[in-house]
């Protein structure tokens, strides 16, 4: 009988070499490849996300230091250049998100990212850098409306109304509800003194956004023009109604109240806007205007020199100034007042001063 043996107890073999064919090398390297860029990606991934929810929570520096760290993980971290050159955008690190944008466009020319460099260069003031950015993005994108819009308020920035007023047609045709797009439009239609045209987009714009007051006030700045100065009141009334704060409606309701004759009424609505903006020169040079029909004239020098002294080149300021130290007999500081408004291109000044001071 043949005895069974059982292999438990036995020592195991040595293997012999193997020798991987090339075709055997190279997957394993790449396997080895896809792994390490497995983790790479994972790593870069996690800071990266780290830095979007600081980004949602506006702390714009934090995700500045976490898409950085990302990138230098992963240099061709597009996500993260984009976003991290939006971050700088906002917090007004204009030429690093400069230089961020280019270097991504060197890995991805695209519309958004050409958008995203012309408004830093906007911000910047290089509007010819801009435009040529825009341009390029628009050809890229042309139904992308706020590429249309954003271009169009470099328009406006330049004073090429028309040409302004044919992108914010274009971001329109785009969004039919855009409503900045139509109040933009309305700038444009005023600068142009087509005033009715201007009430007309501004009428737009509030129906797609009712509780605008910078809509509202922009409407009664028109209808001052347009001389309805009840009509004015009214979009002013209304704007302050959204905004009990809103400087700029209640000095502008203080003029139309001012052209109705109605000083006293005039006169609170400049103090309540200084009570607000205390560096705000126009109002001011109102309060000024109010006191000098007063027949207040040294109050009336007080509230223009400390308008000038906010605004050393206020061309109406140094008229009005003259025109109230010529009341209190001051007629050498009048000329002295005259002829710098003269020189900051004042005509009325130039009027003044020809007239009174030979």
Known sequence: ????????????????????T?????????????????????????????????????????????????IKIDPEFRDAYYNKGVAELEARQYKAASATFTDLITKEKSAKVLFQRARVYQSLNDYGKAEYDYSDAIKLDPKNEKIAYNFGTLKFLQKDYDA????????????????FAYN?????HRMKKEYQKAVEDYEKAMRFNPKSAFILNNIGSVKRKLNDHNGAITAYNRAISIDANYYLAHNNRGSALFENGKYDDAMKDFNKAIS??????????????????????????????????????????????????ERARDE????????????????????YHSTNCQ
């Open 1 to 20: 009988m043949i005895a069974c043996l059982f292999a438990f107890g036995l020592p195991a073999l040595a293997q012999p070499d193997v020798e991987l």
């Open 22 to 70: 090339d075709k055997e090398k190279a997957y394993q390297d790449s396997i080895a490849a896809i792994n390490a860029e497995n983790e790479q990606n994972s790593a870069s991934r996690e800071v990266y996300n780290e830095g979007i929810s600081l980004f949602e929570k506006k702390d714009f520096k934090a995700a500045i230091g976490k898409f950085t760290e990302a």
């Open 332 to 351: 050498g500081g009048a000329c002295e007042d005259w002829e710098k408004a003269r020189e900051l291109g004042s005509e009325v000044a130039k009027s």
């Open 164 to 179: 302004a007023i044919k992108l914010f047609d274009q971001a329109i045709a785009s969004k039919s509800d855009f409503g």
């Open 184 to 188: 933009d439009r309305g700038s444009c």
């Open 276 to 325: 607000i903006k205390a560096d705000y020169a126009p109002a001011y040079n109102n309060r000024g205007s109010v006191k000098f029909k007063n027949e207040d004239y040294e109050g009336a020098i007080k509230d223009f020199d400390k308008a000038i002294e906010l605004d050393p080149n206020y061309a109406n300021a140094y008229v009005n100034r003259g025109i109230a130290k």
